[in-house]
């Protein structure tokens, strides 16, 4: 039954008007020549041109990668072990508190995340001496705390799809357990791994909340200086700016998801032809 | 969600013995048993989150009980200060501040998501309608403004609200069209009310609502309406006698990963919202880092998240419940 309801097509089309008509107006304006964010004053790309000239701009977007690079990585290796230890080993103990600890932090909210790793880095400075200042090492680790369990969240799921007989199998064949990590369970599992990875690195690209908690003097995150200037109003240079950023992710993901697509397919193609060449 | 704390300290350490691994080895686990392997995947993570995560939370939950003193660190426990200060919890009870706080963030975030629920729905039921293709593109779009940056997005309605942007004089005209005269507004306001943070909340939280609705309805089964249409129900009782109450996970699951961040909102209230009725997050924020009230803010944060913990644990337990009941049917 595909009855077209006119009803429920009005609302799916003003739902994606809402989704994209404030982005898109953003887009429009940081072309505007006027110094006046919301009242049109001519074509311009002067805003562009003095983002590329605005080192302050520069040094965030540089320290944010590193960061997210580094903390995504780290949060993708620990999130993996976690996802794998959770799916494969049925008992150990801890378990409950284990499983307890890898959703918690998916609905603490960020501003207890926040202050709650706040008051550790401040008292375990107090108690052993480190961390002597807040900055790169804080931040970094606060995020691979947070993102970790995404990670978790995404490997766990494809495990528990994955067929652990295959794994059972090249055990009984003599693989050491290794070699079955490296040939069997890394492999199939890799799309949820690579996933993973991009949904810790976006996150971490995009923490304002427990970042402005953790951060120390000098190190200004892209988004906390995106914070600072937001929270004095519109100005049409932080909309060439969101521009970029949306234009940027928006392409990585329109192209990631055309991608994925086309390995669907060509995985269901693969099937159909080993089907018909095995009747 | 997070175990009692007592059976914290003893156990990230026993799970990295081999003793431990032992009898679940035996137990026929799997392919890790040997060689200590699996002790390497379970106790990283686990200690890893035991020292971030839980070690801060319990800090937290400690912090709630102490004196605010005029030392640095700004606490204290024992000596001349009570062991279990009580002050604080009395204070959430007695003072207005935290009352109303709790209230409006209770309000905006329950309108917030009531709007999603009522936006998402048609719009979850309307994917599962258009030809697959065209689906997957739309499912795209339901998802790429998550990717985009969380804070641009709200930045993105601040241009759109502000007293002279275009949006804001289209709703001023149709607004001055529609009421007499004496009525009519030079402005929408807009900016810095409960409003502003209910709007930008349904926007950035709407994809949370749609995609766990839309996976709800995806796994419908289409012949049950065809039934019903043929024995003559009219699509309106359709959809109340067999989609919606099929859906009921969906709108659970939807619902409270709109309102939980939605109550503990930091971001969207400090931006459009109006300072002087904080949302409870504001107020965390404010007590702990302009106030230095370490204590105080730790007290507000314990009582957020047991306004959030029951939600989520009822939440968990009916869903397994349910899962339970589709496994047992035939």
């Known amino acids: 039954m595909r009855r077209r309801s006119t009803f429920l097509f009005t609302v799916m089309a003003f739902g994606f008007a809402f989704f994209y008509v404030p982005i898109l107006s953003m887009i429009f ?38 960061i997210a690079l580094l903390s995504a990585t780290c949060a993708t290796i620990l999130g993996t072990m976690a996802g794998i230890a959770l799916a494969r080993f049925r008992r150990f103990r801890g378990r409950v508190l284990f499983s307890g600890l890898v959703t918690a932090p998916l609905i603490m909210p960020e501003v207890i995340t926040g202050i709650s790793t706040l008051m550790f880095f401040i008292l375990l400075a107090d108690w052993v001496g480190w961390p002597g200042s807040r900055g790169f090492t804080t931040i970094t680790l606060a995020h691979i705390t947070f993102s970790m369990v995404f990670v978790t969240t995404v490997v766990h799921a494809r495990m528990l799809q994955a067929d652990a007989a295959i794994e059972e199998a090249a055990m009984d064949l003599g693989s050491r357990p290794w070699q079955v990590l490296k040939d069997i369970t890394l492999p199939v599992i890799s799309p949820a791994i690579l996933s993973g990875w991009l949904l810790a690195f976006t996150i971490s690209l995009d923490d304002v909340v427990i970042t402005s908690f953790v951060t120390g003097p000098g190190n200004t995150t892209l988004p906390l200086l995106i914070w600072s200037k937001v929270k004095l109003g519109v100005t049409p240079d932080i909309n060439a700016l969101a521009t970029l950023i949306v234009l940027t992710v928006g392409a990585g993901v329109l192209i990631a998801g ?22 | 969600m997070t175990p009692p704390p007592s059976a914290s300290p003893a156990s990230p350490a026993t799970a990295t013995t081999p003793a431990a691994a032992r009898p679940a080895a035996a137990a026929g686990a799997g392919w890790f048993d040997r060689r200590g392997w699996r002790d390497v995947i379970i106790a990283a993570p686990y200690l890893w989150l035991v020292v971030f995560f839980l070690v801060p939370f319990l800090i937290v939950i400690a912090m709630s009980f102490a004196t605010r003193t005029p030392t640095a660190p700004p606490f204290g426990f024992g000596g001349e200060n009570p062991i279990l200060n009580l002050q604080g919890y009395r204070r959430l009870f007695t003072d207005d501040l935290y009352i109303r706080a709790f209230l409006t963030s209770l309000l905006n975030a329950a309108v917030a998501t009531l709007l999603c629920l009522l936006v998402g729905y048609p719009m979850a039921l309307a994917l599962t309608r258009v030809s697959p293709s065209r ?26 609200m502000g007293t002279n942007s275009w949006f804001n004089r289209l709703l001023t005209d149709i607004w001055n069209f529609l009421v007499p005269a004496d009525m009519a507004l030079r402005y929408v306001p807009m900016m810095n009310t409960n409003f502003a943070v209910v709007l930008v909340m349904v926007y950035t939280y709407l994809p949370f609502m749609i995609l766990p609705l839309y996976a709800s309805l995806e796994r419908l089964d289409p012949t049950l309406d065809e039934a019903a249409m043929d024995l003559g129900s009219r699509p309106a009782q359709v959809f109340r006698d067999i989609t919606l109450p099929q859906s009921v996970p969906g709108i659970i699951a939807g619902g409270l990963l709109v309102f939980i961040p939605a109550a503990g909102e930091l971001v969207i209230p400090t931006l459009v919202g109006n300072a002087g009725q904080p949302m409870i997050g504001r107020v965390i924020a404010d007590e702990f880092a302009s106030a230095r009230d370490w204590p105080m803010a730790s007290t507000v944060a314990v009582a957020l998240l047991f306004l959030m913990v029951f939600p989520m644990m009822a939440y968990t337990h009916f869903q397994a419940r349910s899962e339970e009941r589709r496994k047992d049917a035939p």
């Open chain 2, 135 to 160: 689906r997957n593109i739309l499912l795209m779009l339901v998802v790429l403004p998550f990717w985009t940056s969380f804070l641009l997005r709200v930045y993105a309605w601040m241009g759109l």
């Open chain 1, 258 to 279: 055309i991608l994925l697509q086309r390995a669907e397919r060509r995985r269901e193609r693969d099937m159909q032809l080993a089907y018909r060449a095995n009747q």
């Open chain 1, 29 to 66: 304006f940081s072309f505007n020549a006027s110094r006046l964010a919301t009242v049109w004053g001519g074509f311009s790309t002067k805003w562009y041109a003095a983002l590329f000239r605005n080192q302050q701009v520069l040094d965030a977007l540089v320290l944010s990668l590193k």
